[in-house]
C-alpha cells in the first residue's frame, strides 16, 4: 500500500510541475461559453467522466454523458470533452470523430497521448500523464494494474479544474450544494 501512495503522490507532483495553464483557461472559456458540454469516457475513465459531469451540473453547467438514453443531440455550439489515456479507444475516437468533423462541435481531449487520434483533432489536449493500460512498467504494473494511474490522475485534475472554475465563477459550496441530488 505505501508503495502505491508513494508512487500516487510522485504522479501528482509531477502533473502539478507540468500543468499548462493557457490550455485550462481555454478549457474554462469553452465550458463557460457552451451551449452544452458533452462527456465521454469507456471503462473507469467513463465513470471519471460521469463524475465530472456530475461536479460540472453542480457548478450550473448544462452537461450530459454520451450514451446515457436522456442525452440530446450535440450541435455546433456544444463542446464534448473524450477522455482516454491512449486515446485511440475505439468508441471515444469514433464519437469524437463524428462530434468534431461532421457537428463542427469544439473538442476537447484529455490523454496521456497527445498525439493519439483523438489529440490530433482535438481543438484542446490536456495532457494527463499517467501510467496507461498499454504502456509497460514492471514495477508501476504490480502495483496499479492497466490504466489505474491515468484514470486517478484524471479524476485528480479534472477535480481541479472544478475548484479552478468554482473561482472562475465566484461559486461556494453552498451555491454546488444547492444543485445537488435530493432523491438519493
Known amino acids: 500500500m505505501y508503495k502505491f501512495l508513494t508512487a500516487l503522490e510522485n504522479q501528482i507532483r509531477m502533473m502539478k510541475e507540468n500543468m499548462d495553464t493557457t490550455k485550462i483557461a481555454q478549457v474554462i472559456d469553452a465550458l463557460q461559453n457552451a451551449k452544452s458540454i458533452f462527456v465521454l469516457g469507456a471503462g473507469r475513465s467513463g465513470f471519471v467522466a460521469k463524475s465530472f ?4 451540473m453542480h457548478c450550473g453547467l448544462n452537461v450530459y454523458v454520451v450514451g446515457e438514453t436522456v442525452t440530446p443531440r450535440i450541435e455546433k455550439e456544444d463542446v464534448l470533452i473524450a477522455i482516454s489515456g491512449s486515446g485511440e479507444t ?4 469514433n464519437i469524437s470523430r463524428k462530434a468534431k468533423e461532421l457537428i463542427g462541435s469544439k473538442l476537447i481531449a484529455v490523454t496521456s497521448n497527445p498525439d493519439s487520434s483523438i489529440g490530433r483533432m482535438a481543438d484542446v489536449v490536456l ?3 499517467g501510467k496507461v493500460k498499454t504502456e509497460r512498467d514492471e514495477e508501476l504494473s504490480k502495483i496499479a494494474p492497466l490504466g489505474t494511474m491515468f484514470e486517478l490522475m484524471v479524476m ?3 477535480d481541479a479544474l472544478i ?5 472562475v465563477r465566484n461559486l461556494t459550496e453552498k451555491d454546488l ?6 432523491l438519493e
Open 53 to 56: 459531469a456530475m461536479r460540472l
Open 156 to 158: 485528480i485534475f479534472l
Open 90 to 93: 475505439t468508441s471515444v475516437v
Open 177 to 182: 450544494e444547492d444543485r445537488h441530488a435530493v
Open 163 to 167: 475548484a479552478e472554475l468554482m473561482s
Open 127 to 129: 495532457l494527463v500523464k
